[in-house]
């Protein structure tokens, strides 16, 4: 997370220009070092839900980095 997911500054905008608010506000969260416990309660989701939106983040991530 310090190095945005090896994503470059446009790559970088361009992953917060294509996730929802939500997931642009656990990747904040993320990035300020909050748990996964904390996280939830934050944003009022399970566990579960957070675990997914995460890996949806990370993914796009990655096709962006792999495009």
Excluded: C, F, M, Y
Excluded at 6 to 14: H, S
Excluded at 36 to 57: A, F, M, N, P, R
């Amino acid at each position: 997370l310090e190095r945005n997911l090896g994503l470059t500054p446009e790559q970088w905008d361009t992953l917060h220009s294509e996730i929802s608010e939500p997931q642009t506000k656990l990747l904040r969260l993320k990035q300020l070092g909050r748990n996964d416990v904390e996280i939830s309660k934050t944003l009022g989701i399970t566990s579960t839900q957070l675990q997914k939106q995460w890996t949806k983040v990370l993914e796009r991530a990655w096709e962006i980095r792999n495009l």
